[in-house]
């Protein structure tokens, strides 16, 4: 089974700059380097996986700074799914800007790490940073979903449907999870955080939010080694996605086919 793959840009922030994006010294942290923010649908047949669920229009504007384009949900739309039947949402791990439309999709699955949950309901989630980078509600809506059967908590490696598996890599947060995708171009594995832009991955530098630094470059690893190329390896992050992979038409810097 083969599976169709979009990267679905909503959001945007120019006014970043490269220090807050790469672990360690940056010897250039002040130069201007824009982050976009994804959602990734996987269409094949009837299926579809959703990978990730974004941020609200409400969330971006509490939070500032960023620009947000147009919301995911319109755009699956447009790409010819209906958000209220997709079977399956996969999450690649609790910060806020990949839970945010999970009440959207009512008949989904969830799929989560078992340990990304556990991290965001333990004794450290308030601390430091954490507190800012998940979002309260989001958190209690996949406890309450847990409690209702809705939520499936995996392990390690997980089929979601035949040709999608989800993979946990950790390093940015305790439970983060990418995903691979049987395509016709070969093998395609959606880094989310695992690799938020190319060069993280390409120049084997960490990304700034870091919960075990091994396991990052490890993360790196293994994501060339579940992809069929490198080139296959679509960042979380980076905005030139949509320069490397072909728009979809009326959706131009919105939505790219990957594969
Ligand atoms: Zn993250």
């Not at 942290?29 to 974004?54: K, M, N, T």
């Not at 998940?134 to 996949?142: K, M, Q, S």
């Not at 449907?161 to 940015?172: E, I």
Request: with cysteine; glycine share 8%; charged share 20%.
């Amino acid at each position: 089974m083969t599976w169709q793959v979009y990267a679905v840009r909503f959001a945007h922030r120019d006014a970043s700059v490269r220090g807050e994006h790469f672990y360690g010294h940056d010897p250039c942290a002040l130069d201007r380097f824009p982050i976009s923010y994804y959602v990734w649908l996987a269409v094949s047949g009837d299926e579809a996986v959703l990978f990730d669920a974004g941020f609200t229009p409400e969330t971006a504007a509490r939070r500032g700074n960023r620009e947000y384009l147009r919301s995911p949900m319109d755009t699956i739309r447009s790409l010819g799914v209906d958000p209220d039947v997709v079977p399956h949402v996969v999450l690649s791990h609790l910060h806020y800007d990949h839970t945010g439309h999970l009440r959207d999709f009512p008949g989904a699955r969830i799929v989560l790490q078992e340990r990304e949950l556990a991290f965001w309901t333990s004794r450290h989630a308030s601390r430091g940073e954490h507190a800012h980078l998940a979002e309260p509600g989001d958190v209690a809506y996949l406890v309450e979903q847990n409690l209702t059967g809705r939520v499936r908590l995996v392990d390690g490696v997980h089929e979601v449907a035949p040709g999608v598996t989800a993979h946990r890599l950790g390093g940015h947060t305790p439970g983060l999870q990418v995903l691979r995708v049987a395509t016709e171009a070969g093998h395609v594995v959606l880094a989310a955080d695992g690799s938020h832009f190319y060069e993280n991955i390409g120049r084997d530098r960490p990304y700034a939010v870091v919960n075990h630094l091994p396991s990052m470059y490890e993360a790196f690893d293994a994501m060339r080694a579940l992809a069929d190329a490198e080139e296959l390896i679509v960042p979380g992050h980076d905005p030139r996605v949509l320069d490397r992979f072909p728009a979809v038409t009326g959706l131009e810097g919105i939505a790219a086919r990957i594969a």
